[in-house]
């Protein structure tokens, strides 16, 4: 899962990147509200967390441009505590949630878990499809035997992609936009590598290839 981190405070927001890359997000940082837009129009996202007040361009007007183009990018808004004037300007303006300043890192990732689950219509907060359950907190994967296996950052955050669109035929370019950060090696070689891991780990028959085409998690194409 792939988020853009909009955050123009020097010090928050590397934290906030830290942060949620240990949660298992690959994460783009940006500081001003004209990149921002820009990385929300052009790049594939899974979430954005929106700081409001922004250096180039106010927050709530980037937020109003992305609606205004049609983008249904869940959105988390942060604000100053107290400005409850911003939390409904950013509401009306499509926010999805916020989230006042100062937050504990916790309430910070439950409510980006819960906006992540309602935008792919999944009620249950535990990943469970073709007999595996993924545990999200400690990045591991139990199998239908009930054997626990340990994930790197990057199988989890593919396998983690591949359960929320089991059946779906994905290819290696939408893999790599979900599952990396923008200034990292995209290589497709890459993703094969890490699917032939996942499949020693997890069991070659869960990910079928479709040469030339991508692969399919756990059924048919949907």
């Known amino acids: 899962m792939r988020l853009l981190l909009v955050e123009d405070d020097l010090v928050l927001g590397p934290r906030l990147r830290q942060d ?37 361009r106010p927050g709530l007007e980037v937020l109003q441009n992305w609606r205004k183009a049609g983008s249904q990018l869940p959105v ?12 409904v300007d950013g509401l009306k ?9 100062p937050f504990h890192q916790e309430e910070l990732l439950a409510r ?13 907060p535990q990943l469970a499809v073709a007999g595996l359950i993924l545990d999200e907190e400690r990045q591991c994967v139990m199998l239908a035997d009930g054997e626990t296996v340990e994930l790197t950052g990057t199988e989890f955050r593919l396998l983690r992609y591949m359960m929320i669109n089991p059946g779906k035929l994905l290819s290696k370019s939408r893999l790599t936009e979900h ?30 290839t479709r040469r030339g085409q991508g692969y399919i998690f756990g059924g048919e194409t949907a």
């Open 20 to 56: 949620l890359r240990r949660a298992g997000y690959a994460v783009d940082l940006v500081d001003n509200g004209v990149d921002a837009q820009f990385q929300g129009e052009e790049e594939a996202y899974d979430a954005v967390i929106l700081d409001l007040g922004l250096p180039g």
């Open 76 to 87: 988390i808004v942060l604000t100053a505590r107290d400005a409850w004037h911003e939390r």
């Open 93 to 101: 303006a499509g926010a999805d949630d916020y989230l006042g300043k």
């Open 112 to 124: 980006l878990d819960a906006l992540l689950r309602r935008a792919q219509e999944r009620s249950e």
């Open 179 to 208: 599952v990396y950060e923008g200034d990292a090696d995209r290589d497709s070689n890459v993703i094969e590598a890490y699917i032939k891991r996942l499949r020693q780990k997890i069991g070659k028959s869960l990910i079928e």
